[in-house]
């Protein structure tokens, strides 16, 4: 969906955003839909709705039987779970799915109507948004082409017979490296654009996908080697099942030796590394690292930035890494580039082949597509049916022109009058976390003159960015989608390289108008709402005010909330990675921390208790939602101030706040998907983003009359209120 990361050093609102709203088929328009769909498909399975009653939630779902101390997630959201079981093309569904999928047939409205125009009266854009959709829509010719659009791209891998050779390929856009680098804002220097580099090379989601040694672990590693041996099959090897077998004794020994635990990789003060062009010669041994770095125009950085590299005698001492840590740090780039030498180059060039096969799939002939959805959709997801063509080819669309697409979209179903009531709801979560930062007991006056200074900083952006991208010299060709993603490949690195030695552009954006997510980027300070979540369930200026600010307004703080969480916390007011807490107040804030991943950890919702959450890996996150509602619920109170809050359908003004925030997490999901996000997603599980949130904030307490005796309920010292 995000054609542009959010930025290195930043955090979404939620990273997996699965596809979701069709209200109806009320912005699907028929003329044309059947030329712009692939031949024999239909829209999709019927999606289930969500009903926001008469202001904003409809109290007929509430679960009257389950009391709201036992299991609050439940009382609001259970009642509409059970009625809507998931459609077969889900892995999970939702509010956000379903409001993903409103955005979703929005776009292909905009298509519908480009499809039904006199080709002659096309615009440039608008012809190369048709021909990017159709290109992928049209089945019929990709089975018939076969390998053929890939072939130039397979045999370049296979004439190389050097490392030398590889790297050249891997310095090129739209080929598979397991290294890399890209341009991005510098961390420790705000005011300039440098190269991070960094390395990848797994094919499965995570390094702990290759260590763990259970049944179902296992499972999935035997269906990956499966996949690799078609992969390899397809590609002409004679001798398959023995390349893949090298293929993947390659990503193991990365899993092993060289990536990290996802958690310590959250940790800022690891993952920034400044390295020179000499000492990038020196670590990189016989990889020819320079010329590769030179080769993509990288060369032309201040500096490079290293995530991964192993911390010495003193970073170790200074952040006091404990044993149970370092083991959880591999060797960084440093091995992979060691790695990268001992391992063969035949076994490099398949790696590549099966990347390139595996990351085009799509749109390769029926077999590739149908064995990437069987590994990476059922297996790993749990989904029973491949999302349908027409929604994955406004994905594509989106991938590679999604600011094209947005300025129609934000034209048609953005009303001005929503940036306004945004702007309004910013204001005053600024000013309701500039009150707590005046109360809190824990903090310093030193420390809460920083704290203060960054928040005045922080630079708000709703709905879209003012220059949206036009894609200048992206050239798409019609009939030829690898041609054309190779083609968006190149655009992009360009504009990316081109940034090194120009000034920060803070109009830059990294989520499109219609993405349905919202970010914080340390790096710029800055807080990211995109058109496309400022609809019902999250806000609509028909809804109650209560239910705006516990929905969006819960949004508005969870992300200003990421500029004060354990990792954005480290940035300051200029966005530079520094550390302006006192010893005392750094140390109070981290107890507190640790109190929020001991509940966390304590969630356990599968296995019989056996697979949990891990506090550490959604800490930032839980911050994010425990001092982001925190926020809200206390600008809810400056808005009404000195107002007459009614009770509406027997419910107060505060209860309607907190179910406005159950209601956004309203969710379903598959178990393998379960397992999946537990492993890999920073953000906790939605239920645990109601329960273990609101179980910490007195308000609700009171709001719903819990008690002692009530599942959820924490006793006042337990609580954790940071913000």
Not at 9 to 37: R, T
Not at 314 to 329: F, G, M, R, S, Y
């Amino acid at each position: 969906m995000i054609t542009r990361t959010a930025a290195l050093l930043g955090a979404s609102l939620l990273v997996l955003a699965a596809p979701a709203f069709a209200d109806d088929d009320a912005h699907i328009s028929e003329d044309g839909s059947e030329m712009l769909l692939a031949e024999g498909e239909t829209e999709g399975s019927p999606l289930p709705t969500m009903s926001f009653g008469t202001w904003g939630f409809d109290p007929t779902l509430l679960a009257t039987d389950i009391k709201p101390g036992d299991d609050f997630n439940a009382y609001a959201n259970k009642k509409w779970i059970d009625a809507n079981p998931l459609p077969a093309e889900f892995s999970r569904i939702g509010a956000f799915t379903l409001l993903d999928e409103k955005s979703t047939a929005d776009v292909k409205a905009i298509m519908d109507e480009l499809g039904a125009k006199d080709p002659a009266s096309l615009s440039e854009d608008e012809r190369r948004i048709l021909d990017t959709y159709r290109a992928f829509l049209d089945t019929d010719t990709i089975e018939a082409m076969g390998l053929a659009p890939a072939q130039p791209y397979l045999d370049a891998i296979k004439r190389a017979r050097s490392l030398d050779d590889l790297a050249k390929l891997w310095a090129e856009p739209g080929f598979a490296s397991p290294i890399g680098g890209a341009v991005n804002v510098d961390a420790k220097q705000p005011d300039r654009y440098v190269a991070y580099v960094g390395f990848g090379g797994l094919g499965m989601p995570d390094r702990d996908y290759y260590l763990d040694t259970s049944e179902k672990g296992a499972a999935i590693r035997d269906a990956y080697k499966a996949y690799l041996v078609f992969l390899l099959t397809e590609a002409g090897y004679e001798d398959p099942e023995t390349q893949a077998a090298q293929v993947y004794a390659f990503e193991e020994r990365i899993a092993r030796e060289v990536a990290w635990d996802r958690a310590v990789s959250r940790n800022r003060d690891l993952t920034y590394n400044q390295v020179s062009a000499e000492e990038m010669a020196r670590i990189a041994g016989r990889v020819p690292a320079l010329a590769m770095l030179s080769a993509i125009g990288l060369d032309k950085s201040p500096t490079y930035i290293v995530r991964q590299m192993p911390p010495t005698a003193e970073e170790i001492a200074a952040l006091k890494l404990d044993a149970a840590t370092l083991a959880k740090i591999g060797s960084g780039l440093p091995g992979m580039f060691s790695l990268l030498e001992q391992t063969p180059v035949e076994t490099l060039k398949a790696w590549m082949i099966k990347e390139f096969l595996s990351g085009n799939a799509a749109v390769l002939p029926k077999r590739f597509d149908a064995a990437s959805f069987a590994f990476y959709g059922k297996t790993l997801r749990g989904t029973p049916e491949q999302r349908p063509r027409w929604k994955r080819a406004i994905d594509e669309v989106e991938a590679l022109l999604g600011e094209l697409v947005g300025k129609e979209y934000v034209a048609r179903y953005f009303p001005p009058e929503n940036k306004a009531a945004m702007d309004e709801l910013v204001a005053n979560l600024r000013l309701a976390l500039a009150e707590s930062i005046n109360e809190i007991t824990w903090m310093g006056e030193q420390t809460k003159a920083e704290a203060r200074a960054k928040l005045a900083s922080f630079d708000p952006k709703i709905g879209y960015r003012p220059n949206l991208e036009t894609y200048e010299g992206l050239a798409i060709t019609r009939g030829d989608p690898i041609a054309n993603r190779m083609a968006a490949a190149a655009w992009q690195r360009a504009d990316n390289v081109a940034k090194l030695g120009q000034p920060i552009d803070r109009t830059e954006w990294g989520m499109l108008p219609q993405t349905v997510n919202a970010y914080y980027n340390a790096v710029k300070n800055e807080i990211v709402f995109p058109a496309g979540i400022l609809q019902q369930p999250f806000f609509a200026l028909t809804n109650d005010i209560a239910v705006n600010y516990g929905a969006i307004g819960g949004v508005i703080g969870h992300e200003i909330g990421h500029g004060f969480d354990d990792q954005g916390s480290k940035s300051d007011a200029t966005g530079r990675l520094r550390n302006w807490w006192t010893d005392a107040d750094r140390a109070a804030f981290d107890a507190l921390g640790d109190a929020l991943v001991a509940q966390y950890d304590a969630f356990c919702p599968l296995d019989e208790g056996k697979t949990c959450v891990n506090g550490r890996l959604t800490l930032g996150e839980n911050i994010g939602d425990v001092g982001g509602l925190s926020m809200a619920y206390r600008a809810y109170k400056l808005a009404t101030k000195g107002k007459q809050v009614p009770v509406i359908d027997g419910l107060t003004g505060d209860q309607r706040f907190f179910l406005a925030w159950a209601q956004v997490w309203r969710s379903t999901q598959r178990e393998a998907n379960y397992r999946t996000r537990l492993r890999t997603d920073s953000h906790s599980p939605e239920e645990y983003r109601v329960n273990g949130v609101v179980r910490n904030l007195d308000e609700w307490y009171e709001a719903f009359g819990v008690k002692p005796g009530d599942a959820l309920y924490l006793p006042p010292e337990k609580r954790v209120r940071i913000w």
